[in-house]
């Protein structure tokens, strides 16, 4: 009698032992990837995967369009405007599609996804973006070029459960220029990501360019709502800096009489007027160092600037900026008439630039187009050396 009563109290204890761990917190690996955490009377606890996920990858990994990728390899940068000639909206990049399949159990009882694509393999550094549950497909928009991508997929379903599944990666393509869609804007990129001639790169996320955010001589907004989330979430802009004519620089009223930029707070804006009609000449070529005193200070980066359509007065400062941190010549042309796909009223070609300040570079001493680039900007439009170091030093990633 005692052996059973002895032996029934053992028992007693290991049904207490099993109910004391079914209450601890518990992860298991599913083959639909990672768990999702439930709580239940106060208690968290881990719930297998209800469903699998497996992504696909990618049918293509450029950001460019069919048109913009022809043009991109042809030998003469002149050609441009064979596939554009700057009357149309043609500027916008591609976005990489991303999909997914779920197993068919989940058939109507999905209510959302949830995207996270990040450059880090754990994406600790992920964007989020919320796609309905009758989709399997998610364009991801404004990738950056050469750059390895992480991502994965959590499904929601309509009791509450989430279902994730494993992280995968995907490359974008290498080919500049790195062009960008935000909506409301045309002729829009990146000045990174182009590969300089001693082997490093200009950094991608720090300078943009293109067309401008509100009318002309008026203060209409031009860009859109979605289009300011764009530049300040996705790109993080900290400044704009309008090279349209200022009044208050004794020019014309082309910026509306602008003192402070449309894409709201936490937004800095420098009006660096240039004349329109003159944007080679002497007196916007002067407002240069200023506009180089602005980029040497990394503490205004991510930066945004533009003229009225993106392309002279804009396309003067990206040629500056590009040559003097060591890009290409070739890739220099490439970059000013790829603005024939964006909207600006008529095509450019070579001979708007080769024979003014092109011309004027070359004719400067240096053994290289950088060289020579920086003792234009030295010596010709009085820009301090420091000022020129800075910027290279803040855009050029060095050769690995």
């Not at 955490?37 to 293509?60: G, M, Q």
């Not at 950056?144 to 393509?173: C, H, P, Q, R």
Request: aromatic share 8%; charged share 25%; glycine share 8%.
């Amino acid at each position: 009698m005692k052996r059973f009563v002895r032996f029934s109290f053992l028992i007693l204890v290991l049904i207490l032992a099993v109910a004391a761990l079914a209450s601890c917190v518990k992860t298991e690996e599913t083959p639909g990837g990672t768990t999702a955490a439930v709580t239940t009377d106060a208690v968290t606890t881990e719930k297998p995967a209800k469903y699998t996920i497996r992504l696909s990858v990618p049918a293509s990994t450029s950001i460019h369009t069919a048109s913009q990728a022809k043009y991109l390899t042809e030998r003469d940068p002149d050609k441009a405007s064979t596939y554009a000639k700057g009357v149309e909206e043609l500027s916008r990049p591609e976005p990489i599609r991303l999909s997914w399949r779920i197993s068919e159990s989940a058939s109507g009882r999905i209510s959302s996804y949830v995207v996270r694509i990040g450059t880090k393999a754990d994406l600790s550094d992920a964007r989020e973006a919320t796609v309905s549950g009758n989709k399997t497909v998610y364009e991801f928009y404004n990738p950056m070029i050469g750059t390895t991508y992480y991502w994965n997929v959590t499904a929601l379903d309509d009791e509450g459960d989430a279902s994730a599944s494993k992280i995968a990666s995907f490359e974008t393509e290498e080919q500049g220029p790195r062009n960008l869609y935000v909506d409301g804007i045309t002729n829009v990129r990146d000045l990174g990501g182009w590969k300089t001639v001693d082997g490093g790169r200009i950094r991608q996320g720090l300078l943009f360019r293109g067309g401008q955010l509100t009318i002309n001589y008026g203060t209409d907004v031009v860009i859109s709502r979605e289009g300011i989330r764009t530049m300040k979430e996705d790109l993080g802009i900290k400044g704009e800096i309008d090279l349209r004519e200022s009044k208050a620089a004794g020019d014309g009223n082309e910026n509306g009489g602008l003192t402070a930029t449309v894409l709201g707070e936490g937004v800095a804006y420098y009006s660096c007027s240039m004349l329109w009609n003159d944007s080679l000449g002497e007196k916007s070529l002067s407002r240069i160092k200023d506009i180089f005193a602005i980029l040497a200070d990394e503490n205004n980066y991510p930066l945004y600037f533009h003229c009225r359509i993106g392309t002279d007065r804009t396309g003067l400062v990206a040629w500056l900026v590009n040559a003097l941190c060591g890009v290409s010549e070739n890739d220099l042309w490439r970059d000013y008439l790829f603005s024939n796909f964006g909207y600006i009223e008529s095509a450019r070609t070579k001979s708007k630039i080769e024979n003014r300040y092109v011309k004027d570079i070359k004719e400067m001493p240096g053994d290289t187009f950088a060289d020579k680039t920086y003792n234009y900007l030295k010596t010709t439009l009085q820009v301090p050396e420091a000022d020129l170091d800075a910027v290279i030093r803040i855009m050029k990633e060095p050769a690995k």
